[in-house]
């Protein structure tokens, strides 16, 4: 296996960036829904010392003292923008899984060429044309390729971490086996891809500090000392492909279930099923870390190697009348999302469901009681996840007939939120000549 993991820098930023360039090499930072707490932070923000999900009123001195410039989130911008990306990143390799709105891995088996070069000219691309800087990394792995691709996007943000030639795209299959080490004691063992703050402590607590560290490790003792998934992440660094595409532990920001259909799918009935499912796999993800989402991302594309066909592909952002986990209302909102951007007559062979703006669930408000989509149905969803764990996948589903408009997001307080650029008529960018 060889695979490539592409990755937009500082993705909500960035796309702010690309619509107004006057951020750039600025201070600048993406806010949550409410203006509550930083969500993107640029690299001159980040130098500020603007932490991961600090709220605003913490950091707000830093408008006035260092020309901080904050933003409402954009979700229909990101949204359209990520779309964009991962048609171009598609064309690198034969399949793709979008694993977050700003990153996918595409599987290069069959590929032929020099891949470190087809990457830099797809990083081109998606500069020139979607105006977003990107990170690739390759590796014989799902995590080795998430690894250089932190060694990309270090060197290129830090001169000096790495050697300079990695920077931006990084092929650890260009390199010998001590220069791939070489690399991995320069990197702390936290960076790894799966290894959360808790089982990183306990590495730490052990002695273990640098990613090669962790390579290093006997696969039967990390099974006995820790879990089956920290002997997996040890092999996959040794270079045994042990997860596959599309089966990746949920990521920090999004949670995304996307698919390729075994064969193009042309009816939206089926697409409304594919996405129900999708839907309910992301829910059930997103419950077990026990969160909460905000908006609903849809997308469906027809095969780029299917030259012979029409080409098609969009993607649509619901907000969600208020954060939940609830798989029928985020069923209903992504079938909603799915009939907007559907049209007839194109063979589809990708579509998926991506959950954004996730929080956890202990920091909703309690809201009024509207009597119409909103009843509790925390014990359900909790019984749906237990007959399905013990019973097989699918056991119980909802029905998935989807009802209604989309929804709409009057409650949101999104005072700093720039315009939908590239998806509404009456905010597309101006050029004056
Ligand atoms: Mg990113």
Same mark, same amino acid.
């Given at each position: ?43 001159? *923000? &980040?130098?500020?010392?603007? $932490?991961? /999900?600090?709220?605003?009123? %913490? ?6 003292? @260092?020309? #901080? ?82 060694? *990309? &996007?270090?060197?290129?943000? $830090?001169? /000096?971490?790495?050697?300079? %030639? ?6 650890? @299959?260009? #390199? ?95 697409? %409304? ?161």
């Amino acid at each position: 296996m060889l695979v490539a993991l592409i990755d937009v820098n500082n993705f909500y930023c960035s796309a702010e960036m690309s619509f107004r360039p006057s951020l750039k090499n600025r201070p600048v930072v993406v806010l949550s829904n409410n203006d509550g707490c930083a969500v993107a932070r640029s690299n001159e *923000a &980040k130098a500020l010392g603007v $932490k991961m /999900g600090q709220p605003w009123h %913490e950091f707000r001195n830093l408008e006035e003292e @260092a020309g #901080l410039v904050a933003l409402s989130a954009n979700f229909t911008l990101y949204g359209d923008l990520s779309d964009r990306v991962m048609s171009i990143a598609a064309g690198l390799g034969h399949e793709q899984e979008v694993y977050s709105i700003d990153e996918c891995f595409v599987s290069l088996e069959g590929i032929p060429g020099d891949m470190t070069a087809r990457a830099r000219a797809v990083r081109e691309r998606i500069l020139q044309w979607v105006g977003l800087p990107a990170g690739i990394g390759i590796g014989r792995t799902k995590t080795l390729a998430k690894f250089a691709n932190h060694v *990309a &996007k270090t060197a290129d943000r $830090k001169p /000096g971490s790495y050697p300079g %030639e990695l920077a931006r795209v990084a092929n650890l @299959a260009d #390199l010998d086996g001590a220069e791939v080490d070489r690399l991995m004691e320069a990197t702390e063992l936290e960076e790894i891809w799966g290894i959360g703050p808790r089982i990183g402590a306990q590495l730490r607590a052990d002695g273990l500090a640098t990613v090669l560290d962790v390579k290093q490790m006997d696969p039967a003792t990390a099974r006995r000392r820790w879990s089956v998934v920290v002997e997996r992440t040890v092999r996959e660094l040794q270079g045994m492909s042990c997860i596959d595409l599309e089966d990746a532990p949920a990521p920090k920001k999004e949670i995304a279930c996307t698919r390729s259909f075994g064969r193009p799918v042309r009816s939206v009935t089926q697409l %409304e099923e594919a996405l129900s499912d999708f839907a309910g796999r992301a829910c059930e993800k997103l419950r077990r870390q026990g969160g909460r989402a905000g908006q609903v991302l849809v997308f469906i594309r027809t095969s780029p190697f299917r030259k012979q066909d029409k080409q098609y592909s969009r993607s649509v952002v619901v907000p969600l009348r208020r954060p939940t986990a609830d798989t029928g209302l985020v069923c209903q909102a992504a079938i909603a999302g799915l009939r907007a951007i559907y049209r007839e007559g194109f063979n589809y062979a990708k579509a998926g469901v991506m959950l954004l703006e996730l929080q956890p669930a202990v920091v909703q408000q309690e809201e009024l009681d509207l009597g119409d989509d909103t009843s509790d149905r925390t014990d359900l969803m909790a019984a749906m996840d237990r007959l399905n764990l013990r019973y097989g996948r699918g056991t119980v589903l909802v029905a998935s007939s989807g009802s209604g408009a989309l929804p709409r997001d009057w409650h949101m307080k999104q005072e700093r939120r720039t315009p939908r650029y590239t998806t509404h008529w009456d905010e597309m960018a101006v050029a004056r000549a």
